[in-house]
C-alpha cells in the first residue's frame, strides 16, 4: 500500500509565510511544524499572486507591535521606526531577505 499525502496542494496564507519569517514572533515554533511536515510530505505549495506586497505590508506592521523578539527589536532598533529611516530600512530588507531565502527554500523542497 502506498502512503497518500495529507496535503497534496497548499495555498499558504500571508499570515502564516510571516510567522515563519521571523523567528520567535507568536505561532512560528507552530508555523514552522506545518511547513515542516509540507515538506515531508512532497506538498506543492502556492503562494498569493501579491504575496510580495502583502508580506511587506506585514513586515512592516510587525515593526510596531510588540510580538517581534526583544533581541531582534533591539538589534534592528525598532523603538526608532517612528522617527529613524535607517531603522525602518534595515528592518523591511532583513524581512524581504527572509522571505526570499524562504522562497527558495520552500521551491528546493516542496
Do not use: C
Amino acid at each position: 500500500m502506498s502512503a497518500t499525502r495529507t496535503f497534496a496542494d497548499v495555498y499558504l496564507d500571508t499570515s502564516l509565510i510571516v510567522d515563519v519569517l521571523i523567528t520567535g514572533v507568536p505561532n512560528w515554533y507552530t508555523s514552522n511544524a506545518f511547513i515542516a511536515r509540507l515538506v515531508t510530505e512532497n506538498s506543492r505549495v502556492y503562494f498569493s499572486q501579491i504575496a510580495y506586497p502583502e508580506i511587506s505590508e506585514a513586515i512592516r506592521k510587525l515593526a510596531t507591535k510588540q510580538q517581534v523578539p526583544e533581541d531582534l527589536r533591539q538589534r534592528y532598533r525598532l523603538h526608532r521606526w517612528g522617527v529613524d529611516a535607517h531603522v525602518r530600512h534595515e528592518w523591511m530588507d532583513f524581512g524581504l531577505r527572509q522571505f526570499a531565502l524562504y522562497q527558495a527554500e520552500i521551491r528546493g523542497d516542496i
